[in-house]
């Protein structure tokens, strides 16, 4: 079998799917990969795939002309390389790769929702316009689709309530899964260390981890802050201005962005993502719980799918850096609590969403 990958970003090829690139050409297949850029393409093509086509669009914002320029590129992509399957995720992969595979009559078509996105986290006027055009593409683009893959119920929920596909289309796969052998379990560090892992956009709740720091530091000096992650140009970034007072006065230690960050995971006692962005399932949260870390997130789509409450990590209300605080102080007071934790949260990893078990799920719902 022929398969088209349509995806938003040559990063999240090789990081959210590289896995499931790999097995789908361990069982047989020819992987064709779409992205808007040159980037990262010698890590895309380590994964096997046969071809890489540069198809540009912009991810977050709606222009009429950007987007047929897109549709028009992407007709000629399938066109040229006929695919037995096109797989997408996010929107405008999902939509216009779903809608151009089915005007050119390809087999077979699957969709994943990896998260609803900023639109669906806003109730501005300008968001709620956006909301309803996006509302119509999505079902336009699902009725060509044989199914359609989400990362968590709320999201589920959200879609067949509101009308935009039928429950019978639908299926649930645990996250991206998680490589084990890759983030591995390592004995926790002697100082209490807090990781975050995330873009710098505001939704991600990065004010938030950040004032929670320099709450838990006043108690406990000791106590360590990293973010991890890189700034970002789309609606919701931080300007690096806006994180220097956190950065100066070392509440918060920033490495930056790293191409691989399973050793920061190792050297944290607790991954914090205190999101409110509608998530699909994070990958982080799931890399953090592979390595044995117990987990302080929000009680939020995608974020609360992972934990039960007080046995793999705790879930707090969005925007609350002093909730946050408390459970970070707890887990500082309590060892065996920690412990215990950590415990649970590499256990849940390794029953439920270990790559090989997510891959299994995936070749169920997409028949490769």
């Keep these: 079998m022929k398969i088209l990958i349509v995806s938003p970003k040559n990063k999240t090829v090789f990081n959210f799917r590289g896995d499931l690139i790999k097995d789908m050409i361990a069982c047989g297949n020819e992987v064709i990969v779409t992205g808007p850029n040159r980037d990262y393409l010698d890590d895309v ?30 007709k000629k992509v399938i066109r040229e390389r006929k695919p037995d399957l096109v797989f997408s995720y996010t929107i405008k992969p999902v939509v216009y ?15 994943m929702v990896t998260g609803l996105g900023r639109v669906y986290t806003s109730n501005g006027i300008k968001v709620r316009l956006l909301r309803m055009v996006t509302k119509r593409l999505y079902k336009r683009a ?21 009308g935009y596909l039928p429950a019978e289309k639908t299926a649930l796969v645990n996250g991206s899964g998680v490589n084990m052998e890759r983030f591995v379990r390592t004995p926790l560090p002697s100082v209490p260390t807090f990781l ?18 320099r709450i838990v530091k006043a108690k406990h000096p000791e ?13 919701g970034a931080i300007k690096p201005e806006s994180m220097e007072e956190f950065f100066a006065d070392g509440t918060v ?17 607790v991954f914090v993502l205190p999101s409110y962005y509608r998530e699909g399932l994070p990958r982080t949260i799931l890399e953090a719980m592979s390595c044995g870390r117990a987990v302080i997130t929000t009680d939020w789509p995608g974020c609360r799918e992972p934990i039960t409450d007080g046995e793999n990590g705790f879930l707090v209300p969005v925007k609350d850096a002093a909730a946050i605080a408390e459970r970070a102080e707890q887990l500082i007071s309590d060892p065996a609590l920690l412990s215990r934790m950590s415990d649970a949260a590499y256990e849940t990893c390794k029953t439920k969403y270990e790559v090989a078990i997510v891959n299994r799920q995936m070749r169920e719902f997409i028949g490769y």
């Design 97 to 111: 790769g779903s809608l151009v595979a089915k005007a050119n009559k390809v087999p077979h078509i699957c969709a």
């Design 196 to 213: 975050m892992v995330s873009r710098i956009i505001r939704e991600k709740g990065v004010f938030e981890f950040c004032e929670a720091a």
């Design 45 to 74: 093509y380590a994964l096997g795939v046969s071809e890489f086509v540069e198809v540009p669009f912009t991810k977050d914002k709606a222009r009429i002309k950007g987007d047929l320029d897109y549709y028009r590129r992407l």
């Design 223 to 235: 106590a360590r802050f990293i973010l991890l992650g890189g700034y970002d140009s789309s609606v």
């Design 253 to 269: 230690e920033y490495p930056g962005e790293v191409k691989d960050a399973a050793s920061f995971y190792n050297e944290c006692a």
């Design 142 to 162: 699902f009725r060509a689709c044989e199914r359609v893959i989400f990362q968590n119920r709320d999201d589920i929920a959200e879609f067949v309530g509101n």
